[in-house]
C-alpha cells in the first residue's frame, strides 16, 4: 500500500490524489452576483447538504492552487451574502463544465454557457432556468479554512426557497432520482451519471473558448443540436478558416454532398456525430461549410 503524508506532497499531487479517491462529488452550480450586479455562475464539487432544520447546503470556491488567487464566486459572496445552488443534472454538463472556464471579471458565465437566467423569488442572482432543481440561499457565513494556494473556502448557506421541476417528481410527489438524472464529479476529466455510470468531459480549454453566445444563431437554435453540444462547440478558442474547412470538404465526400444539396438538419447531425467522437473541430467545419 502507497501510505503518503500531506506535508511530503506537492498541492497539486495532493488534490489529485483527494479529488481521486473522494467522490463522486455533487456539484454545485452556483449563481451570484457582484456589488454592481453583474451575474456569474461557476460549478464547485466540493459541496453537500448539512441539515434539514434550518436547511444548510456548503460548498467550497477553494483558492487556486497555481498562484492562490480567489474566484469570483468567493468574492461575490463576501460582498453579497446570496447565492443560488442550482442542481446539475446529464442535459446541462457540457454548458456547466464550460462555465468553468476562467473569463474575465464582468463576462456573464449564463451567455457564455448558453444558460437562461430566472429571476429569483427571494434573492437578487439568477437561476438556471435549465436546472433541475434551484435553492436560493442567504449566505451565512463563509469560513476560510487557510491563507495559501488550495485552501478551502467555506460558504455556509441556509435555504431560503427551492424550485423543483414538477416532471422530475414520483407518483408520491417527491424527487424520482431516476428522473432528476444527476451527475456527479470524479477526478481527472471523469464524472458520473447516476444512473448509467462514468464518462469523460474534456476540461475546458487553459486559453477561453468563444462560448455559446458567440455560435451563430442558425446553429444555436438547431432542431438537432442539444445544449450539451452547443457546450462542446462552445469550448473551442477559434473557428475553422475558410482553407480548412475546404480542405475537410476535398477529403470528406459524404460531408461535401450534404453541404453541396444543402441538408441542414443532416448536417446537424453528421456534426454531432463528431461532437460524440470529441471532434469539435470537425464539427464546426461542416457546420460553417458553405
Known sequence: MLSLEPKDLSVGKLHQYLLGAVGPRPIAFASTIDEKGRPNLSPFSFFNVFGSNPPVLIFSPARRGRDN?????FENARKVDEVVINIVNFDIVQQMSLSSTEYAEGVNEFDKAGLT???????KPFRVAESPVQFECKIKEVVETGSEGGAGNLVICHVVKMHIREEILDDNGYIDQYKIDQVARM?????TRAREGMFEVPKPLSTLGIGIDAIPEHIRTSRVL???????LGNVEALPENGEIETFLNENNAEASLVKEGKVEEIHKRAQVYLERNEPENAWKILLAK
Not at 477526478?187 to 464524472?191: A, L, M, R, V
Open 69 to 73: 488567487t480567489t474566484k469570483h464566486t
Open 117 to 123: 437566467m430566472l429571476k429569483s423569488d427571494r434573492v
Open 187 to 191: 477526478g481527472g476529466n471523469w464524472y
Open 226 to 232: 442539444t445544449g450539451n453540444d452547443l457546450g462542446k
